[in-house]
């Protein structure tokens, strides 16, 4: 019997030094506990399975504890670093919807073209923004375990589009038509996001209320006939595309908030 | 009202240990220590729940509210070990977890794969 004690009072020195692998946060809640449960459950295998016993609990113990160990430490080094992504993401759409509201304002003055070519890359800024407002939605779905659809990848293309051709914008005004182009497709990503988000009933809430009426005025400001008549309807682009900025600085502040969701699922 | 929505998002479907866990504290509040023994007993030996397992399980169950801590009385002070209880939603995501285990095992019923149909699940005596 006097062996069983040395024996365990070893063993319970040996898992508190082993608990010391978790992450600060953890050890200090849990060490305890753990290391009481440790005892408790040697104790009683000691007991009723004798030594053999006891160096199996040992190793299914020790195996389990380096595993989520391990899990843990990646938690708390991993998830700080993909939420700052996700705030630069959201403050990005943000920034990226008063852009757009700018733009659309200058789009109303009768200089537009000139007033707005003149800020040299401004274009290819917005392009960059969506972008990283994008990979930060991006990152916030792949840690809340939901799937990334077709209309995420759309809107990145449209994105993508948009920061290419925004590079050449302030030399060549044909891009101009092009770089629409890639808000067109931007507001389709963001049509078939909604769609499928409904369809799913997985995402109704804010996301999609931002979706459907930022796919419908990214669209329907496109489609007027401003683009293509000359400027009888510059006010109406301007109002749509100003409405498109103000869905965009909700889609931010949507993300910013559910950057508190981010947990490692389990 | 669709008490569903009580849950908190991401959370079903729940892993075997999580399940087990919230299993253990339907009927009644317990440590630790308590639910281990609780799953063992009840799984007949099958489901052993390390100590890494165990609380990396309950630290999540408390980060998303489905398990709670009991607040501590005088006596036991005495004791070092914390007392959890199953929350409101957290009796929600055990129910629905359950319910969509059941339509799983329905499903394979309809395929006829048990060749003694439901009888052939009871334990042979």
Known sequence: MRSDSVLLEFSNKLFRQFLKVYPKQHHNRFNEEMAQDFRDLCEEVLRERGLWGFVNLWISVGLDLIKTAFEEQFKVRTNPALEKLVSAGSISAILSGAALILLAFTHASPNWVQWAFRIKWIWFLLGCLNLLALLGYATYQVICDKNIKLGYWVSLLGATFMTITGIFMPTDFQIWHLFTYGVDILGAGFLIQSITGLVAKSQVRWTVIHASLGAFLLTFNQLTPSRHMGWLFDWDATFFASLAGITWMIFGLTLLHGREQIKVSY | ?125
């Open chain 2, 1 to 125: 009202m669709n008490t569903e929505n009580q849950i908190p998002e991401n959370t079903l479907p729940l892993t075997p240990a999580v399940f087990h866990i919230l299993l253990a504290l339907a009927d009644a509040d317990r440590h630790g220590y308590g639910i281990m023994k609780e799953v063992e007993a009840r799984t007949e030996g099958r489901l052993l729940l390390k100590p890494g397992t165990l609380y990396q399980a309950i630290s999540r169950l408390l980060e998303t509210g489905l398990i709670e801590e009991v607040p501590e009385s005088g006596d036991e002070k005495v004791s070092r070990r914390r007392v959890y209880r199953l929350s409101t939603s957290g009796r929600q995501a055990v129910i629905a977890e359950a319910r969509r285990l059941e339509q799983m095992v329905e499903q394979a019923y309809g395929k006829n794969i048990f060749e003694g149909g439901k009888s052939s699940f009871a334990p042979v005596s």
